[in-house]
């Protein structure tokens, strides 16, 4: 983004102009971005040429997802309607892998009968209702298992899933234990070691951590596994200070701790693909003064991006129209919906801003849309899609005749 003439512009496109005439809030996305994102990350990697497979969770709008699959990215889901979307949007089923705690009886059947690459698994139980299933079926299964390796990722807690307190996948002792049941199976096929320990990680060395339990769980186990899934999680810069995961690193890491010559690498980036590529433009309202600060009430609200009520996530903001002049009091972002939490950012030192002007909110892409819901009844947000110098509509803004 870049002001031109104290204008905000986002691609090429004044922002001002997009919000008069496609109203407020606006998700709006960048494919240049998307595109730059995908080469770095293949680019980081390539002496890997590992399989990625895009975190559909960060973000399942269809146009975004037939935009990733043309670069021969596949797709990580969590649900059945993940893979439906993904399977809509063309990617291959023989690069999906199907994650998550609870899979349903319905969707493991659904995940088999469309072929898809791995089912990774996370409990014991979860393994013999596939094999049931698998049975019935009489066929064979491939599947992986997750492993829980006890790692702290140093992220927010909210959104860890490394360490033994998380719910997700098995510790070493059970972790070994399934590996040897699986083997007497006649009807599953162990192909994958699967492990994720967080997201929002901005340092290599978590990953070196987990890298080192994988790899001493790998010997100890004694089994050949075709895939070894290293998850995501990868970070990306909120508030805009140049701090960096360095992929090359992790890249290193990898080569130097796994034998990966007879192994396959996945990974499930989503936040580092979609993250930074989108911004959400809204309308300031009002402008409510207090003593201790001002709230600038904005029409976006806490349906449309939860991540700040719901992690304390940071989203750096800015305003559409540039002025030199720089207020001493304090700004609190907030949104119309009746809950406390409803909050974007509070900032000591902001320009002075106007009722029924714009800002925008940066790096909404992964987990923005994605986690929207209809909270006091309110439409989701359009969305948009700049692409070689167009503007795409991917998404109408919901009616509230939908919802009533």
Sequence with gaps: MIYKKNKLNFDGFNIESMAKKFDTPIYCYSFRRIKENILDFKNAFKQID??????????????????????NLGADVVSMGELMKALKAGIKPNKIVFSGIGKTKKEIEFAIDKKILLINTESKNEILEIEKIAKRKKI????????????????????????????????????????????????LNLKCLSVHIGSQILSHRPYQKMLNVVNRVIKKSKFNFEYIDLGGGMGIDYIHNKSKLNLKKYSQSIQKILDISSSKIIFEP???????????????LYIKEST?????????????????????????????????????????????????????????????????????????????????????????????????????????????????
């Design 270 to 284: 989503g936040r580092f693909i979609i993250g930074n590529t989108a911004v959400l433009i809204t309308k300031i």
């Design 140 to 187: 064979t299964v491939n599947i992986g298992i997750r492993l829980n390796p006890n790692t702290d990722a140093k992220t927010l807690k909210q959104i860890s899933t490394g360490k033994k307190e998380n719910k997700f996948g098995v510790d070493e002792k059970m972790f070994l234990q399934l590996v040897n049941f699986i083997k007497k199976s006649k009807n």
């Design 50 to 71: 590992p399989l990625i497979c895009f975190a559909v969770k960060a973000n399942s709008n269809l146009s975004i997802l037939k935009e990733i699959k043309n670069f």
């Design 292 to 404: 201790k600060k001002d709230f600038i009430i904005l029409d976006a609200a806490m349906n449309d991006l939860i991540r700040p009520a719901l992690y304390g996530a940071q989203h750096k903001i800015i305003a559409v129209n540039k002025t030199s002049q720089i207020t001493n009091k304090v700004y609190e972002f907030v949104g119309p919906i009746c809950e406390s939490t409803d909050k974007f950012l509070t900032v000591k030192r902001f320009q002075k801003l106007n009722e029924k002007s714009f800002v925008v909110i940066c790096d909404v892409g992964a987990y923005g849309i994605s986690l929207a819901s209809n909270y006091n009844i309110r439409p989701k947000p359009i969305e948009i899609l700049i692409k070689n110098s167009k503007i795409q509509v991917i998404k109408k803004r919901q009616k509230l005749s939908e919802l009533i």
